[in-house]
């Protein structure tokens, strides 16, 4: 799959997150929109075109995310 086409698929779940005729539906749409971005930033770094940012103050995923 490529890149546009997972960003299709997150575009397509937030426009049905926002059409949800109820609570749990909003949700669960919500959560597929966040994991096909997930997958989007996964699939960027494998291809190279991004590289990974550590954003956390965390020490051990800071020295996780420094081991080879």
Known sequence: MS???????AENCAH???E?????????YERMHASWL???ESEAWL?????PVVS?????ELLLATQD
């Open 38 to 40: 997930a997958l989007i």
């Open 20 to 28: 949800a005729k109820d609570a749990p539906s909003r949700r669960r």
């Open 47 to 51: 291809e190279g075109k991004v590289t």
């Open 3 to 9: 890149l546009q086409e997972l960003f299709e698929n």
């Open 56 to 60: 956390s103050n965390d020490p051990l």
């Open 16 to 18: 049905l997150a926002e």
